[in-house]
């Protein structure tokens, strides 16, 4: 069974771009989670994705953003870019059950970089 | 909201060794909590994950103990080899329709000397 995919794996931006992030979970699961990592702030949670709805989110501002299509698949858009937004974001699907399951599994990242 | 404290940063051992990290939650409604390895240039992965409604869990030389009522649990990895060096993370979930909510740690990076 292939793993999370994320695309693209690299991006350069400037400050005040806007950027989309693409997951594609594993096939099967239902949910789609978004994080972000820094060196400074470790992983910080975005949103939850479950049934094309938004089902958690976290404490990022409204320039943050996502959605989830029919087929599992996830976007992630990031608006007027500032450079503490540079970050590896990362994807997690896991079967998305309530009240069961729970296991995320993470996909290799985007590495942004906001210049 | 929930918040997940990691001990120690940085952990230093020789092959053979057992390594222990510890992390404590804020939560008492966390009842989920996954322990995730990351190596460089890759996402974390999953190794092991332990349930409010079990004391410990092993799989080969990983170890993971609960303490509900302190809110803490422990990874523990025993005959430790150099590919166990990575950083680690612990994650704490209430569960339910937040399971898709992992709050981490700080991490741990792990060095295992030949």
């Known amino acids: 069974k292939a793993g999370v995919t994320q695309t693209p794996r690299y991006l350069i931006k400037t400050r005040g771009q806007q950027v989309t992030l693409s997951c594609s979970p594993i096939s099967g699961h239902r949910s789609v989670s978004w994080y972000q990592q820094t060196p400074g702030q470790g992983l910080q949670f975005l949103f939850e994705y479950f049934s094309e709805t938004q089902r958690n989110k976290g404490n990022f501002p409204g320039r943050f953003s996502g959605r989830q299509f029919s087929n599992s698949r996830s976007e992630m858009n990031v608006s007027t870019l500032e450079l503490g937004d540079s970050a590896l974001y990362l994807c997690?699907?896991?079967?998305?059950?309530?009240?069961?399951?729970?296991?995320?599994?993470f996909g290799p990242g985007t590495r942004l970089t906001v210049l | 909201g929930e918040n997940v404290e990691q001990h120690p940063s940085t952990l230093s051992v020789q092959e053979g060794d057992s390594a222990v990290i510890k992390c404590t939650y804020s939560?008492?409604?966390?009842?989920?909590f996954p322990w995730y390895k990351q190596e460089l240039g890759k996402g974390p992965q999953l190794i092991i994950d332990i349930r409010s409604n079990v004391g410990e869990k092993k799989d080969q030389r990983i170890a993971v103990t609960l303490n509900k009522t302190a809110k803490h649990f422990s990874l523990h990895i025993t005959e430790t080899q150099p590919e166990d060096s990575a950083v680690y993370f612990c994650?704490?979930?209430?569960?339910?329709?937040?399971?898709?909510?992992?709050?981490f740690g700080q991490g741990t990076i792990l060095t295992v000397h030949p």
């Open positions: 939560d008492s409604a966390s009842n989920y």
């Open positions: 994650a704490a979930s209430s569960g339910g329709t937040s399971y898709g909510k992992l709050t």
């Open positions: 997690a699907s896991s079967g998305g059950l309530a009240g069961g399951g729970g296991e995320q599994f």
